[in-house]
């Protein structure tokens, strides 16, 4: 198994700018997040999804959306990037009925916006 | 949200346990403990998870006592391989309404282990 897979692993944007952030987990996990973690701080969660059509708001969800139309695919969009979007995101994913909050996490995507 | 607080940072050295308490004075019933190492460039790793009492894995220990205020993670005989970021996640899923808004990472505590 790969595990958590995101794409790109770096990208620089321009401010207004839109971009979708890729994120392909293969362990038929129902649980998938998108968090974003800032220099020298913890992560904060963005969105998550329970299953495939079904997606909610996390603590930071302003500037972003996301889709969920498959089970291993959970892509976050951007629509019009602000510098204080610039951060590293991580997807991660969970099973449904095992040890909570188990989360595989994928290995980033470092976006700067300019 | 459960707000958690840990230390910045910790010095060891190699071959000492090294514990590292977070606080969490207002867990929620259905919230459980878990704890996350973190490598530079890389996305964080589940090292364990508990909910009461002791909980002890190939790796790493975690105590809770009574009251769940707090929780201790206990790395033995630490290497420098160790050296990373630690994170106390506390949060929960509810099987009923998948509700994840709970889940907090603190902002970790830098582990440097010295030879």
């Known amino acids: 198994n790969a595990g958590v897979t995101q794409t790109p692993k770096f990208r620089i944007l321009k401010i207004g700018q839109s971009m979708t952030l890729q994120c392909t987990q293969d362990?038929?996990?129902?649980?998938m997040y998108w968090y974003r973690q800032d220099p020298g701080m913890g992560l904060k969660l963005i969105y998550y999804?329970?299953?495939?059509?079904?997606?909610d708001k996390g603590e930071v969800p302003n500037g972003y959306n996301v889709s969920r139309s498959t089970t291993e695919d959970f892509p976050l969009r951007l629509e019009l990037a602000a510098p204080s979007q610039t951060s590293v995101y991580f997807c991660a994913s969970s099973m449904r009925d095992r040890v909570a909050n188990e989360q595989f996490f994928g290995p980033g995507t470092r976006l700067t916006v300019l | 949200l459960a707000k958690t607080t840990q230390p910045i940072s910790m010095d060891s050295y190699e071959g000492q346990e090294v514990n590292i308490t977070c606080s969490h004075n207002?867990?929620?019933?259905?919230?459980?403990i878990t704890w996350y190492q973190q490598f530079p460039s890389q996305g964080p790793r589940f090292i364990i998870q508990g909910y009461k009492t002791k909980v002890t894995n190939e790796v790493a220990s975690l105590f809770i006592p009574a009251d769940r205020k707090s929780s201790t993670l206990s790395l033995p005989r630490v290497s420098l391989s160790d050296t990373a970021v630690y994170y106390c996640?506390?949060?929960?899923?509810?099987?009923?309404?998948?509700?994840?808004?709970?889940?907090?990472f603190g902002s970790g505590t830098q582990l440097t282990v010295l030879p």
């Open positions: 999804s329970v299953g495939a059509g079904i997606t």
């Open positions: 996640l506390v949060g929960a899923l509810s099987r009923a309404s998948g509700s994840a808004r709970q889940l907090t």
């Open positions: 362990m038929n996990h129902n649980y």
């Open positions: 207002n867990i929620a019933t259905n919230d459980y």
